[in-house]
Protein backbone atom coordinates (compact mmCIF):
# COMPACT_ATOMS: atom_id res chain seq x y z
CA UNK A 1 0.00 0.00 0.00
CA UNK A 2 1.07 3.54 -0.60
CA UNK A 3 3.10 5.10 2.44
CA UNK A 4 2.42 9.07 3.54
CA UNK A 5 3.18 11.45 0.36
CA UNK A 6 4.11 14.83 0.77
CA UNK A 7 4.66 17.20 -1.62
CA UNK A 8 6.86 19.02 -3.09
CA UNK A 9 10.08 17.00 -1.73
CA UNK A 10 11.89 20.53 -2.13
CA UNK A 11 10.99 24.33 -2.26
CA UNK A 12 13.23 27.37 -2.33
CA UNK A 13 11.28 30.41 -0.97
CA UNK A 14 12.39 34.09 -0.65
CA UNK A 15 12.36 35.71 3.40
CA UNK A 16 8.22 37.28 3.50
CA UNK A 17 7.47 34.89 0.92
CA UNK A 18 4.42 32.25 2.02
CA UNK A 19 4.39 28.68 1.42
CA UNK A 20 1.76 25.54 1.66
CA UNK A 21 3.12 22.24 1.95
CA UNK A 22 0.44 19.02 1.07
CA UNK A 23 0.57 15.88 3.01
CA UNK A 24 -1.74 12.45 2.28
CA UNK A 25 -1.63 9.84 4.72
CA UNK A 26 -1.86 6.50 4.11
CA UNK A 27 -5.47 5.19 3.18
CA UNK A 28 -7.57 4.45 5.90
CA UNK A 29 -5.51 6.93 8.53
CA UNK A 30 -7.63 9.65 9.66
CA UNK A 31 -4.91 11.59 12.25
CA UNK A 32 -2.12 13.73 10.57
CA UNK A 33 0.78 15.28 12.58
CA UNK A 34 3.39 17.78 11.39
CA UNK A 35 6.80 18.12 12.63
CA UNK A 36 9.49 20.65 11.92
CA UNK A 37 12.98 19.02 11.87
CA UNK A 38 16.30 21.23 12.18
CA UNK A 39 19.70 20.31 13.04
CA UNK A 40 19.84 22.68 16.47
CA UNK A 41 16.28 21.85 17.19
CA UNK A 42 15.41 17.93 16.40
CA UNK A 43 11.60 17.26 15.91
CA UNK A 44 9.74 19.39 16.80
CA UNK A 45 5.53 18.83 17.01
CA UNK A 46 3.96 21.22 15.05
CA UNK A 47 0.86 20.63 15.07
CA UNK A 48 -1.96 17.17 14.65
CA UNK A 49 -4.98 17.24 12.72
CA UNK A 50 -8.34 14.30 13.27
CA UNK A 51 -11.38 14.69 11.41
CA UNK A 52 -10.35 18.17 10.00
CA UNK A 53 -10.12 19.05 13.35
CA UNK A 54 -7.28 20.56 15.35
CA UNK A 55 -6.52 18.64 18.36
CA UNK A 56 -3.29 19.58 19.34
CA UNK A 57 -0.50 22.45 18.38
CA UNK A 58 3.05 22.95 19.37
CA UNK A 59 4.73 25.95 20.58
CA UNK A 60 5.03 27.83 16.91
CA UNK A 61 4.08 31.35 16.20
CA UNK A 62 0.56 31.70 14.35
CA UNK A 63 2.40 31.56 11.21
CA UNK A 64 2.47 28.34 11.17
CA UNK A 65 -1.26 27.27 10.11
CA UNK A 66 -2.52 23.75 9.00
CA UNK A 67 -5.44 22.11 8.12
CA UNK A 68 -7.27 18.87 7.00
CA UNK A 69 -9.46 18.01 4.47
CA UNK A 70 -12.56 15.41 4.79
CA UNK A 71 -10.32 12.72 2.92
CA UNK A 72 -7.66 13.13 5.31
CA UNK A 73 -5.49 15.34 3.35
CA UNK A 74 -3.63 17.64 4.94
CA UNK A 75 -1.65 20.88 4.36
CA UNK A 76 0.48 23.19 5.89
CA UNK A 77 1.12 26.84 5.39
CA UNK A 78 3.61 29.30 6.76
CA UNK A 79 3.11 33.01 5.83
CA UNK A 80 6.12 35.96 5.96
CA UNK A 81 8.92 33.16 5.68
CA UNK A 82 12.09 33.68 7.91
CA UNK A 83 15.53 32.39 7.49
CA UNK A 84 15.00 30.13 10.74
CA UNK A 85 11.95 27.89 9.10
CA UNK A 86 14.52 26.16 6.85
CA UNK A 87 13.92 22.92 7.46
CA UNK A 88 12.81 19.79 7.08
CA UNK A 89 9.01 19.66 7.30
CA UNK A 90 7.74 16.01 8.36
CA UNK A 91 4.18 14.71 8.38
CA UNK A 92 3.15 11.77 9.90
CA UNK A 93 -0.31 9.72 9.93
CA UNK A 94 -1.90 6.99 11.73
CA UNK A 95 -5.37 5.41 11.86
CA UNK A 96 -6.51 7.94 14.84
CA UNK A 97 -4.46 10.02 17.61
CA UNK A 98 -5.20 7.48 20.14
CA UNK A 99 -3.79 4.52 18.52
CA UNK A 100 -0.07 5.49 19.47
CA UNK A 101 1.04 2.51 16.90
CA UNK A 102 1.18 2.50 13.67
CA UNK A 103 2.78 6.08 13.20
CA UNK A 104 3.68 6.35 9.60
CA UNK A 105 5.90 8.78 8.42
CA UNK A 106 6.44 10.54 5.06
CA UNK A 107 10.01 11.58 3.38
CA UNK A 108 9.68 15.36 4.41
CA UNK A 109 9.52 18.50 2.82
CA UNK A 110 12.81 20.25 2.59
CA UNK A 111 12.02 23.85 2.91
CA UNK A 112 14.80 26.29 1.82
CA UNK A 113 14.44 29.78 2.95
CA UNK A 114 16.84 32.34 1.14
CA UNK B 1 9.58 20.76 31.29
CA UNK B 2 9.07 17.67 28.91
CA UNK B 3 11.89 16.25 27.28
CA UNK B 4 13.04 13.10 25.39
CA UNK B 5 17.48 13.40 25.76
CA UNK B 6 19.96 10.68 24.15
CA UNK B 7 22.82 10.30 26.37
CA UNK B 8 25.43 10.06 23.20
CA UNK B 9 25.33 11.44 20.08
CA UNK B 10 27.63 9.22 17.99
CA UNK B 11 27.64 5.58 18.69
CA UNK B 12 30.55 3.70 16.64
CA UNK B 13 30.25 -0.12 16.56
CA UNK B 14 31.93 -3.11 14.29
CA UNK B 15 30.22 -4.65 11.93
CA UNK B 16 28.79 -8.06 13.63
CA UNK B 17 28.75 -6.45 16.99
CA UNK B 18 25.75 -5.66 19.18
CA UNK B 19 24.25 -1.91 19.35
CA UNK B 20 22.88 -0.25 22.39
CA UNK B 21 21.61 3.12 22.39
CA UNK B 22 20.32 4.66 25.23
CA UNK B 23 17.35 7.59 25.98
CA UNK B 24 15.93 9.51 28.97
CA UNK B 25 12.52 10.93 29.31
CA UNK B 26 11.08 12.79 31.76
CA UNK B 27 7.80 13.01 31.35
CA UNK B 28 6.04 10.06 33.49
CA UNK B 29 3.08 10.34 32.35
CA UNK B 30 4.22 8.41 28.75
CA UNK B 31 3.14 5.39 28.08
CA UNK B 32 3.95 4.67 24.98
CA UNK B 33 7.48 4.73 23.64
CA UNK B 34 8.84 4.65 19.77
CA UNK B 35 12.51 4.30 18.18
CA UNK B 36 12.62 5.75 14.99
CA UNK B 37 15.68 4.91 12.73
CA UNK B 38 16.07 7.75 9.53
CA UNK B 39 18.46 7.55 6.92
CA UNK B 40 19.98 10.67 4.82
CA UNK B 41 17.27 11.99 2.92
CA UNK B 42 14.42 9.72 4.31
CA UNK B 43 11.52 10.52 6.43
CA UNK B 44 11.94 8.58 10.42
CA UNK B 45 11.35 4.70 9.95
CA UNK B 46 9.19 2.84 12.67
CA UNK B 47 11.43 0.06 14.39
CA UNK B 48 9.85 -0.92 17.22
CA UNK B 49 7.74 0.25 20.19
CA UNK B 50 7.13 -0.22 23.48
CA UNK B 51 3.73 0.48 26.01
CA UNK B 52 4.87 0.83 29.41
CA UNK B 53 3.00 -2.10 31.19
CA UNK B 54 5.57 -3.80 29.43
CA UNK B 55 9.61 -3.71 30.24
CA UNK B 56 10.94 -5.37 27.17
CA UNK B 57 9.80 -6.18 23.36
CA UNK B 58 11.92 -8.04 21.04
CA UNK B 59 11.56 -7.96 17.57
CA UNK B 60 13.52 -9.03 14.31
CA UNK B 61 17.41 -8.38 16.05
CA UNK B 62 16.11 -5.48 17.76
CA UNK B 63 15.15 -5.12 21.48
CA UNK B 64 13.85 -2.81 23.47
CA UNK B 65 14.13 -1.99 27.09
CA UNK B 66 11.96 0.30 29.34
CA UNK B 67 12.79 1.15 32.89
CA UNK B 68 9.80 3.39 34.13
CA UNK B 69 11.81 3.50 37.48
CA UNK B 70 15.07 5.61 36.15
CA UNK B 71 13.03 6.81 32.86
CA UNK B 72 15.63 5.14 30.69
CA UNK B 73 14.38 3.28 27.27
CA UNK B 74 17.18 1.73 25.02
CA UNK B 75 17.65 -0.10 21.49
CA UNK B 76 19.39 -2.74 21.48
CA UNK B 77 20.51 -4.23 17.49
CA UNK B 78 21.89 -7.40 17.51
CA UNK B 79 24.75 -8.21 14.86
CA UNK B 80 24.79 -4.82 14.04
CA UNK B 81 25.18 -4.04 10.21
CA UNK B 82 26.65 -1.72 7.47
CA UNK B 83 22.39 -0.75 6.36
CA UNK B 84 22.26 -0.26 10.29
CA UNK B 85 23.79 2.92 9.70
CA UNK B 86 21.77 5.67 10.60
CA UNK B 87 20.14 8.42 13.16
CA UNK B 88 18.61 6.54 15.82
CA UNK B 89 15.56 8.95 17.61
CA UNK B 90 13.38 7.80 20.40
CA UNK B 91 9.96 9.23 21.17
CA UNK B 92 7.24 9.33 24.09
CA UNK B 93 3.77 10.17 23.44
CA UNK B 94 3.39 12.38 26.68
CA UNK B 95 -0.37 10.88 27.24
CA UNK B 96 -2.23 8.33 25.84
CA UNK B 97 -5.10 11.10 24.32
CA UNK B 98 -2.71 12.91 21.82
CA UNK B 99 -0.86 12.25 18.62
CA UNK B 100 2.19 14.68 20.07
CA UNK B 101 5.20 12.68 20.04
CA UNK B 102 8.14 13.97 21.87
CA UNK B 103 11.50 13.70 20.29
CA UNK B 104 14.92 12.76 21.59
CA UNK B 105 17.79 14.79 19.75
CA UNK B 106 18.83 11.48 18.12
CA UNK B 107 22.44 8.83 17.90
CA UNK B 108 24.08 8.65 15.27
CA UNK B 109 25.41 5.19 14.30
CA UNK B 110 28.16 4.29 12.86
CA UNK B 111 28.85 0.78 11.47
CA UNK B 112 32.61 -0.06 10.83
CA UNK B 113 32.96 -2.59 8.30
Known amino acids: KAGVTQTPRYLIKTRGQQVTLSCSPISGHRSVSWYQQTPGQGLQFLFEYFSETQRNKGNFPGRFSGRQFSNSRSEMNVSTLELGDSALYLC?????????????FGSGTRLTVV | GESVGLHLPTLSVQEGDNSIINCAYS??????FIWYKQESGKGPQFIIDIRSNMDKRQGQRVTVLLNKTVKHLSLQIAATQPGDSAVYFC????????????FGQGTTLQVKP
Open chain 2, 27 to 32: NSASDY
Open chain 2, 91 to 102: AENGSSNTGKLI
Open chain 1, 92 to 104: ASSFTPTENYGYT
